[in-house]
């Protein structure tokens, strides 16, 4: 959908400007960029990456929301698994529900097959809703350099000019997720969290504090060096 958007013309700074005039050629390097965003609204809203490569630790999972109405429990980002038997996401990133509405969480598999959850605790007193506005999340994975038995997760949230981060030491060697489904929102849908999407991104490695903070209102794209796993601008369809 057109909209105002994070980064590009139509961003935080020129919420006036009205996209729809502007034509646009994906195919045409010299046609007007049409700056869009994703909606997601009701139970059966969600995209989908289908067969999305695995990626092993370390990885760092972000992306701009914005909550669109009272809803603040839901799914933000799930990856799928192919595992026989396993009907657990590899992994999860979402707000929770009930007591913990509108709380930064994130889901993961230990090598062991067992579950993991990580919470961002230093902003569960102030919880995420549609108030806020543009809310900058990330999540990054990587495995203890320190001891292999523990996993480090570190949660990010930049909520109207506020950052907050919290690292967790996690007993268990992180799991590879495996090659399945990436779904923007969710397929599942209970678990809907009505938002608009901007600026998906998914990396091999393990970003610095300062990475994320540098680039999160900045488009990546090839230049990006080969650590970038996947991104979605939604502009021009891409």
Known sequence: TDGEEVTGVDNLQTVGLNPAGRTSLPLDSLSPLRNRVLKISVAGDYATVADLAAISAPYTVET???????????????????????????????????????????????????PQTVTLETLVDTPISSANGWVHLAVTVMADASDADFTLVTLYAYVEGVEYAQTHRVLGVVDTPSVGTLNIGTATGADVLPATYDEVRLWSTQRAGDQIRGERVRRVGPGSGNTLWVAYRFDDGG
Do not use: H, M, Q
Request: charge should be negative; charged fraction near 30%.
């Open 64 to 114: 701009w929301i914005k909550l669109t109405g009272g809803d603040n429990e839901g799914t933000i980002l799930e990856k799928l698994t192919t595992r026989p038997g396993e009907s657990d996401p590899d992994f999860r990133f979402y707000l929770g529900s009930g007591a913990d509405a509108g709380t930064v969480k994130f889901d993961f598999r230990n090598a062991n097959g067992d």
